[in-house]
């Protein structure tokens, strides 16, 4: 197989689905998305027509030749496919029992990569007949705007299957991360860690929702987009990490569970977007009107920083 595959199939056309396969398809692969609802599939080809634009609006890289299917009939997803990227919901006993209806179908040199997000890939495997092919393919939400993909192997996936795999996501022109196997994978625990001190500092009553906000997109995030953490610290100096670490380290956040003003709002009914309320409270439209200003800024944000040599 060359470092793209021709054919790739994509299980699960959910909030990540339509995004995975046009980023494959742009750069000349033909995708299969497969889903086992009508309805989600319907989503999902409406999803995809908008996905298109967006990366038409951030200039990547395409090449000729690639398309999108959708469908139901799993069978005709993977006839002759080569790469299978496992997108289905976040339940153990799910994706075992989708590796296994996709085992029963393939044969053993045809991958299957999971975008999880934190279940361990070796516990995943432990039910396979093929476990050397499985790997961890995490893709960041949106996947067609975040140009990054975590690569997990598991206790049994094979070092060729790594490198193959880290070929296949430099062949879209994203940037592959080997990881090493835990909990949460890196990215999100380093966003669970931030997150578990800004909710700290709210409930507490440090700071407002718009205060963290402003104070995080700014202040945090405005750096840490061009300068990494490890870079940031050569730029400051160990010596001052040290000296402000030594004092402030144990005062940060520890708590293992989830804040209960948290825990209160989701009693309420009051989980984010999709019910027009959580940490902000949302009128008619406003909902709609926030994604389109978080789609924009995240192509802005992206064009930019693709111009800005790595720091």
Same mark, same amino acid.
């Given at each position: 197989?060359?470092? @793209?595959?021709?054919?790739?199939?994509?299980?699960?056309?959910?909030?990540?689905?339509?995004?995975?396969?046009?980023?494959?398809?742009?750069?000349?692969?033909?995708?299969?998305?497969y *889903?086992?609802?009508?309805?989600?599939?319907?989503?999902?080809?409406?999803? !995809? %027509?908008?996905?298109?634009?967006?990366?038409?609006s951030?200039?990547?890289?395409?090449?000729?030749?690639?398309? /999108?299917?959708?469908?139901?009939?799993?069978?005709?997803?993977?006839?002759?496919t080569?790469?299978?990227?496992?997108?289905?919901?976040?339940?153990?006993?799910l994706?075992?029992?989708?590796?296994?209806? @996709?085992?029963?179908?393939?044969?053993? %040199?045809?991958i299957?990569?999971?975008?999880?997000s934190?279940?361990?890939i070796?516990?995943?495997?432990?039910?396979?007949? /093929?476990?050397?092919? @499985?790997?961890?393919?995490?893709?960041?939400?949106?996947?067609?705007?975040?140009?990054?993909?975590?690569?997990?192997?598991?206790?049994?996936?094979?070092?060729?299957?790594? *490198?193959?795999?880290?070929?296949?996501?430099?062949?879209?022109?994203?940037?592959?991360?080997?990881?090493?196997?835990?909990?949460?994978?890196?990215?999100?625990?380093?966003l669970?860690?931030?997150?578990?001190?800004?909710?700290?500092?709210?409930?507490?009553?440090?700071?407002?929702?718009?205060?963290?906000?402003?104070?995080?997109?700014?202040?945090?995030?405005?750096?840490?987009?061009v300068?990494?953490?490890?870079?940031?610290?050569d730029?400051?100096? @160990?010596?001052? !990490?040290?000296?402000?670490?030594? !004092?402030?380290?144990?005062?940060?956040?520890?708590s293992?569970?989830?804040?209960?003003?948290?825990? %209160?709002?989701?009693?309420?009914?009051?989980?984010?977007?999709?019910?027009?309320?959580?940490?902000y409270? !949302?009128? *008619?439209?406003?909902?709609?009107?926030?994604?389109?200003?978080?789609?924009?800024?995240?192509?802005?944000?992206?064009?930019?920083?693709?111009?800005?040599?790595?720091?």
């Amino acid at each position: 197989m060359s470092s @793209l595959p021709t054919i790739a199939t994509v299980i699960g056309s959910g909030t990540m689905g339509p995004g995975i396969a046009a980023t494959l398809a742009r750069a000349g692969a033909t995708v299969r998305l497969y *889903d086992i609802s009508p309805d989600a599939i319907a989503r999902a080809e409406a999803a !995809y %027509d908008v996905v298109r634009g967006v990366l038409e609006s951030v200039d990547s890289p395409s090449a000729p030749g690639g398309s /999108v299917s959708f469908g139901t009939d799993l069978d005709a997803a993977l006839a002759d496919t080569e790469l299978i990227i496992e997108a289905v919901p976040e339940k153990l006993e799910l994706k075992q029992k989708v590796f296994a209806d @996709l085992e029963a179908r393939i044969g053993d %040199d045809v991958i299957i990569a999971t975008n999880t997000s934190g279940i361990p890939i070796t516990t995943m495997a432990e039910s396979m007949t /093929v476990p050397a092919r @499985l790997i961890g393919m995490h893709w960041s939400n949106p996947p067609h705007l975040i140009p990054m993909i975590e690569v997990i192997p598991g206790e049994k996936t094979s070092s060729e299957l790594v *490198d193959q795999l880290i070929e296949i996501v430099k062949a879209f022109n994203y940037v592959p991360v080997l990881e090493k196997e835990i909990p949460g994978f890196v990215e999100n625990r380093v966003l669970y860690a931030i997150l578990r001190e800004c909710m700290a500092l709210l409930e507490e009553g440090i700071v407002t929702p718009e205060g963290l906000d402003a104070c995080v997109k700014w202040g945090i995030g405005y750096k840490l987009s061009v300068v990494g953490p490890t870079r940031l610290l050569d730029m400051a100096g @160990l010596d001052i !990490y040290q000296a402000v670490s030594g !004092y402030l380290n144990k005062d940060l956040d520890a708590s293992t569970d989830t804040p209960q003003f948290i825990k %209160d709002k989701i009693a309420a009914g009051q989980l984010g977007f999709k019910t027009n309320g959580g940490m902000y409270e !949302y009128g *008619d439209g406003d909902v709609d009107a926030k994604r389109k200003e978080i789609i924009t800024g995240l192509i802005a944000a992206r064009k930019t920083l693709a111009s800005i040599p790595n720091v």
